[in-house]
C-alpha cells in the first residue's frame, strides 16, 4: 500500500477483510502513516525505493496525491509489479498516457481506482443496457450535486487550478457514463466559480456526445445543498448519510433506468406518451466495491481476469475531463479523440 492517507487506509481495512489478500507493506513517510502500520503489525518503509529494494510484493496500490502516481506508478511497472492507481491516473493525460505505455510494454497489469464500476448496482445496469431492454439509448442525465462544508476549502490547493469538483469528483460520474454508455466524443462545457470565489469552478454544466449516437447532460456542483449525486444515493462509503434518491437517468428507445436505485420503466404495448407506464425495481444485494476491487485485483494478479477498470479506461476518463475544461475555458465544443494524449 503506498500512501495511506484517507483512502490508503480504506484499501488496507478491504484487504483485511479480504480472504485473498494480506498487506506486505506501507508505503508512507508521514508519522501517521508509520503509526497505523505499527498498530495493523505491517511492514513501514518511508519511500517506495526502500520498499522496492527490500521486498517483491505480488501487487501495490498507489493511493498518493496525484502528482505521484507518474513516478511512483512508473517504478512498479519497471519492477514488473501489477499496479492499482487511484483515480485520476495522473495529473493529466500526458503522464496517464505515459503510465499506459510503461504497462503495455511491459505487459504489466495496470488498474485504475474508479471502484464505482465494481459495484453490484453498476453491473446490473450494464447487464440491462447491454442486454436490449432499454432499446437504444438516447439520451443520460447525471447529477452531481452536493455541498461540502466551507473548512474543506482551508486546504489551499483544493481552491486552485488542478482541484474543483470536475476534476475531484465528476471523473467518477464520467467513467461510468464511459461504462454504461459507451466511448465520449465530443463535450461542450460552461462553468461558473460565483459562489465561492474560488479560482477554481465550484458549478459546471456540461453537455456529451457518444460514439453509439447518445447524447447527454451532467451537472456537478460543491456548493448546492441537495440530495442527488452518487455519493449521496448509492451508500458505497458510511462516510456520507444516505438520502435514497436517484442521480442518474438512462433513457432508451424501450425503456429508461434510474440509477442507483435500479428502478426502470417500460411499456408492455404500444409506447406512446398516451399509455401508462409500467415500473419494476431489481433487488440486488450490496457489496462494497473497494472489497471487490480488491478480489478482482487479486484475479488479475493470478491471470484470471483482465482489468475492469484499464489504464487506458483511467487514461480516456482523464482525457474527457481536460476536454470539459478545455471547452469551458475556451468557449467552444471539443472533440475527444479516444486514445490520444491530450
Ligand atoms: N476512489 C476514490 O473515490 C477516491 C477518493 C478520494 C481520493 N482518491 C484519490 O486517492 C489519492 C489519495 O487521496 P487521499 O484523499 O487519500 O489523500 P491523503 O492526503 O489523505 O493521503 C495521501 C497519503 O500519501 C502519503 N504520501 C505523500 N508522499 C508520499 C510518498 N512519496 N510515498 C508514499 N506516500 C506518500 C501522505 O503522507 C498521505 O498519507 C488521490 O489520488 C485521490 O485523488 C480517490
Known amino acids: 500500500m503506498v500512501g495511506a492517507g484517507l483512502v490508503g487506509q480504506r484499501h488496507v481495512d478491504a484487504i483485511a ?25 505491517y511492514p513501514w518503509y518511508a519511500e517506495l525505493s526502500d520498499m522496492l529494494a527490500a521486498e517483491r510484493p505480488n501487487g501495490a496500490i498507489i493511493a498518493t496525491p496525484n502528482a505521484l502516481h507518474l513516478p511512483q506508478g512508473l517504478d512498479l511497472l519497471r519492477a514488473r509489479i501489477p499496479v492499482l492507481i487511484e483515480k485520476p491516473l495522473a495529473d493529466d493525460a500526458t503522464s496517464a498516457g505515459e503510465l499506459v505505455a510503461e504497462a ?32 437504444e439509448i438516447v439520451a443520460v442525465n447525471g447529477l452531481c450535486w452536493l455541498y461540502k462544508p466551507d473548512d474543506y476549502f482551508d486546504t489551499k490547493w483544493r481552491t486552485q487550478k488542478g482541484a474543483g469538483p470536475v476534476f475531484i469528483n465528476l471523473i467518477h460520474d ?42 447527454g447532460t451532467l ?5 448546492i445543498v441537495a440530495p442527488w449525486s452518487w455519493e449521496l444515493t448509492a451508500a458505497e462509503n458510511p462516510a456520507y448519510p444516505e438520502t435514497q434518491q436517484n442521480c442518474y437517468f438512462i433513457g432508451g428507445t424501450h425503456g429508461s433506468l434510474e440509477l442507483p436505485g435500479l428502478r426502470s420503466w417500460a411499456q408492455d404495448g404500444v409506447r406512446s ?10 433487488d440486488i444485494s450490496k457489496a462494497d466495491p473497494l472489497d471487490a476491487q480488491i478480489s478482482h ?33 475556451d468557449g467552444v465544443p471539443v472533440e475527444v479523440t479516444p486514445g490520444a494524449a491530450a
Not at 477483510?17 to 505499527?38: G, K, L, N, T
Not at 510494454?105 to 443496457?129: F, M, S, T, W, Y
Not at 488479475?300 to 482523464?318: E, Q, W
Open 17 to 41: 477483510r479480504s480472504q485473498d489478500a494480506a498487506v506486505a507493506a506501507i508505503v508512507d513517510p508521514s508519522e501517521a502513516a508509520r503509526q497505523f502500520a505499527e498498530e495493523g503489525g
Open 273 to 282: 406518451w398516451w399509455e401508462p407506464i409500467g415500473q419494476s425495481r431489481a
Open 104 to 135: 503495455e510494454a511491459g505487459e504489466v497489469p495496470l488498474l485504475v481506482g474508479h471502484h464505482r464500476r465494481h459495484n453490484p448496482i453498476i453491473q446490473a445496469a450494464k447487464e440491462k443496457i447491454s442486454s436490449g431492454a432499454l432499446g
Open 297 to 329: 485485483f487479486c484475479q488479475v494478479i493470478r491471470g484470471k481476469a483482465t482489468p475492469l477498470v484499464s489504464g487506458t479506461d483511467g487514461l480516456r476518463s482523464l482525457q474527457v475531463i481536460a476536454a470539459i475544461k478545455q471547452s469551458a475555458d
Open 219 to 223: 451537472s456537478v456542483s460543491d456548493t
Open 174 to 215: 464520467v467513467d461510468l457514463m464511459r461504462h454504461l454508455v459507451g466511448e465520449i466524443t465530443a463535450v461542450e462545457a460552461f462553468q461558473a466559480s460565483a459562489v465561492r470565489g474560488h479560482e477554481v469552478e465550484d458549478t459546471s454544466a456540461i453537455i456529451l456526445r457518444f460514439a453509439g449516437g447518445a447524447l
